[in-house]
């Protein structure tokens, strides 16, 4: 519980929390809207298509019917004395009813087979499109008749059924009759009755337009309701309830013609997959921008809170006490401001600590230094003049002669009156400790001075600046080489401002990554601990006395050797132990 306190306090959280919900309302709204309007012109959509498409079949059917009414109206086309000869000649009538029969069984491709029945003696004549044998027993004429004598004027059309009495025939037809009256009386008198049958597939090429699903049905009935032709091979004789069905949707459709009706019956499982589709693609859709919402605001959200945590992360060293932390924020927005007061204040911290804190133990230091380095001086300087008057006593001149270059030594560098010495002065001190080295290393060590030409000896150096250096150079670079080296001194005039005093040896050297460290530690102004007088304390006394901008460099090559630039304010004049001016 705690954790999930503590997270929920983190502004990353809240910046996603905030971008994710202002994100997300909308897009739900949105997500519904588009998902209603979707689902509800899918519907009146697939309601148009539907109704356009009973239109479309009871159009067609209507002009099929109309079709056929037309074909069967032929007899009235005839030679005129046809009703007068059926009863006479059967020879001439035989032959005038069959060309008539095939005339009209080829007027439609779809016309398979016609049938007229003499009403005198109840003669059948036949025609068919293909060579088939007629079992005359098996001819439904009965049914047939019966149809007619409902209608004994018009067009009578029969359900489709199967053609028996046609040896082999697994044909469906529909059967269109009609009689043959004579018109030349007014007694309605019936000559004969044409039957033709038709070919089913004359409407299931016409339903195959439609791309009727599995479970839609089409049903074609006429003025009594009776089904004409259906889809729906379950039902025969009356349509079947399904107005009260709640899975379907029902369209119906006038076929004027025969007062007849195209209904059909669309089931709503299709309908609903679509909408389930539309539904399953709106919800993929409003995921995928739920995630890109959700990637997108963390993403917005640690842009923003990533700067914010970068200066609290620093902060937090600051507070440890490590004031060489910077903020490196590029942004020029508030918290790029934020970032730049921070690195301001950081700074002003450490520069007020380094001059009010540090000099002040640097100054107590160096004053515990001095004490401690000026207890009883002379009693050291007579000490030693005992010793060196005792080798003179006993002819040990070399012996004497060290045990004076080490007194001048010692006075030179317990001296803490002066801070800076003339150039000369520092030389000849260096000469005196070279006086110690040639005793004891002889012709191993050599070293060699160059004072450039615009560089005066009166003038002002860091007192016991270059012989560290160079005793550096001798010990850990001269030393540990197999055979002779040379340190080489080196000073010269870099402008009216400064000076360059470098200290070469052809020593051991160092790699590249001990320089580095070594620069690294002497740009940030590191002070050794020991009780030596070496390089960092040298490099420091520089920095402290003279700026930050001046010190010591070293460059060094693994076996070639090591160079000590040391860099340093002109000091044109040294008077009483004190700087009396300075360059300029």
């Known amino acids: 519980m705690g954790s999930w306190l503590n997270l929920r306090d983190k502004i990353f959280i809240k910046f996603s929390l905030a971008f994710i919900t202002v994100g997300l309302i909308p897009l739900f709204i949105i997500s519904y ?9 899918v519907g009146k959509q697939t309601n148009n298509t539907i109704t356009q498409m009973d239109v479309y079949l009871s159009g067609s059917m209507d002009n099929i019917f109309r079709k056929y009414n037309e074909v069967t109206k032929i007899m009235y086309s005839m030679d005129p004395n046809l009703p007068a000869d059926v009863n006479e000649n059967n020879q001439i009538n035989h032959m005038k009813i069959n060309d008539f029969l095939r005339t009209i069984v080829f007027s439609d491709g779809q016309i398979q087979d016609a049938i007229f029945v003499r009403k005198s003696d109840k003669r059948i004549f ?10 005359s027993s098996k001819l439904p004429l009965n049914n047939w008749m019966d149809t007619v004598k409902a209608d004994p004027t018009g ?28 018109i030349s009386t007014n007694n309605d008198n019936v000559i004969g009755t044409l039957f033709f049958t038709v070919d089913t597939k004359v409407f299931s090429n016409l339903l195959s337009g439609t791309q009727l699903k599995n479970n839609d049905q089409i049903y074609v009935s006429n003025q009594d309701g009776r089904i004409l032709f259906t889809t729906d091979q379950k039902v025969n004789g009356k349509i079947p309830n399904i107005v009260s069905n709640k899975n379907v949707i029902v369209n119906e459709s006038d076929i004027p013609f025969i007062n007849g ?6 089931s709503k499982t299709d ?19 739920i995630l890109s919402l959700i990637v997108l605001s963390i993403g917005i959200s640690r842009k923003f809170s990533k700067p914010i945590l970068l200066i609290m992360k620093h902060m937090k060293k600051v507070e440890s006490g490590n004031l060489d932390v910077r903020v490196e924020i590029k942004s020029k927005d508030e918290v790029g401001k934020l970032a730049a007061g921070f690195n301001q204040m950081v700074e002003r911290l450490k520069s007020f600590i380094n001059e009010a804190y540090i000099a002040e133990i640097k100054q107590k230091q160096t004053e515990l230094n001095a004490l401690k380095s000026q207890i009883r001086p002379h009693y050291l300087y007579n000490t030693l003049e005992v010793i060196r008057m005792s080798a003179v006593y006993n002819d040990d001149h070399e012996v004497a002669d060290m045990i004076h270059v080490l007194s001048k030594q010692m006075k ?3 001296d803490y009156g002066e801070e800076i010495v003339t150039i000369n002065t520092e030389l000849e001190h260096l000469e005196d400790y070279f006086t110690l080295i040639k005793v004891r290393f002889g012709e191993k060590v050599n070293l060699g001075v160059d004072i450039g030409p615009e560089v005066s000896l009166d003038w002002g150096i860091h007192k016991l600046s270059i012989q560290p250096i160079v005793e550096n150079a001798i010990h850990h670079g001269i030393r540990p080489k197999l055979g002779n080296g040379t340190v080489n001194l080196i000073i010269e005039k870099i402008d009216d401002e400064s000076l360059s005093i470098t200290i070469n040896d052809d020593g051991v050297g160092m790699d590249e990554q001990r320089v580095n460290e070594i620069n690294k530690r002497l740009s940030e102004g590191y002070v050794s601990t020991n009780r030596s007088v070496g390089m960092w304390n040298v490099n420091e006394r520089i920095k402290t006395l003279a700026g930050k901008e001046y010190g010591l460099k070293i460059s060094s090559k693994l076996n070639v050797g090591t160079s000590v630039r040391m860099v340093i304010p002109v000091v044109r004049e040294v008077q009483d132990k004190n700087v009396k001016g300075a360059a300029g």
């Open 261 to 266: 009706k195209v209904i059909s019956s669309i």
């Open 412 to 414: 030179y560098v317990i």
């Open 155 to 182: 067009l009578v059309i029969s359900p489709p059924q199967s053609q028996p009495y046609f040896y082999n025939s697994s044909k469906k037809v529909m059967v269109f009759g009609r009689n043959l009256i004579d």
């Open 271 to 289: 309908f609903n997959q679509q909408i389930t589709g539309i539904r399953v693609l709106v919800m993929f859709v409003m995921i995928l921008c």
């Open 33 to 41: 809207l588009s998902l209603h309007e979707l689902t509800s012109q």
């Open 126 to 135: 036949t025609q068919t499109r293909e060579s088939k044998w007629l079992d």
